[in-house]
T-cell receptor, first 110, second 115 residues
Framework: EDQVTQSPEALRLQEGESSSLNCSYT??????LFWYRQDPGKGPEFLFTLYSAGEEKEKERLKATLTKKESFLHITAPKPEDSATYLCAVQAANDYKLSFGAGTTVTVRA | NAGVTQTPKFRVLKTGQSMTLLCAQD?????MYWYRQDPGMGLRLIHY???????AKGEVPDGYNVSRLKKQNFLLGLESAAPSQTSVYFC??????????????FGPGTRLTVL
């Protein structure tokens, strides 16, 4: 069974204080690893897809990286508008479904 | 292009009542999904569909039924609501043969309370 564990559960940052979120996974053949952002009261918003170890993707202050066992979401010089819950999900090869982690809630104080 | 829409946004039911949640997508996606999200448990897959007229069970299917009569719509039904079904329900869709992208795109959610 596919498993996704995210840490920490919550992260409080000062504006400009860079940090990283961790997503550890076990899956029988990785088809893709996905990162989403979710704001309170809204649906998850797609951020990145990573397909193979060593791959990196960036969007504004966010950078996602992937190894064979985990993915990191790096937040560089965060701003209050980066406050959200960040979700990680994996898709196994030859599968349609995603398995989600419980998320990391990031709060950035001005 | 509205993406994925869900109706209703909020609903309160009494135990034993029934209801249907409607999901619609305008992205010509082949696959559609229903999730529930509970505090501390993340998103859990209820049912999904890989094409018009097809449905399959996900991780937590008990107490729910689904139908996909049209490619753009995916309905989630609760025949006899229970308090354990109080949750936020999200619909998602993915995969367009034209683009090949497999990312799931989510609707805004339906907040359901069962008393």
């Amino acid at each position: 069974e596919d498993q996704v564990t995210q840490s920490p559960e919550a992260l409080r940052l000062q504006e400009g204080e860079s940090s990283s979120l961790n997503c550890s996974y076990t899956v029988s053949g990785l088809r893709g690893l996905f990162w989403y952002r979710q704001d309170p009261g809204k649906g998850p918003e797609f951020l990145f897809t990573l397909y193979s170890a060593g791959e990196e993707k960036e969007k504004e202050r966010l950078k996602a990286t992937l190894t064979k066992k985990e993915s990191f979401l790096h937040i560089t010089a965060p701003k209050p508008e980066d406050s959200a819950t960040y979700l990680c999900a994996v898709q196994a090869a030859n599968d349609y479904k995603l398995s989600f982690g419980a998320g990391t809630t990031v709060t950035v104080r001005a | 292009n509205a993406g994925v829409t869900q109706t209703p946004k909020f609903r309160v039911l009494k135990t034993g009542q029934s209801m249907t949640l409607l999901c619609a997508q305008d992205m010509n996606h082949e696959y559609m999904y229903w999730y529930r999200q509970d505090p501390g448990m993340g998103l859990r897959l209820i049912h999904y569909s890989v094409g018009e007229g097809t449905t399959a069970k996900g991780e937590v299917p008990d107490g729910y039924n689904v139908s996909r009569l049209k490619k753009q719509n995916f309905l989630l039904g609760l025949e006899s609501a229970a308090p354990s079904q109080t949750s936020v329900y999200f619909c998602a869709s993915s995969y367009s043969p034209e683009t090949g992208y497999n990312e799931q795109f989510f609707g805004p959610g339906t907040r359901l309370t069962v008393l």
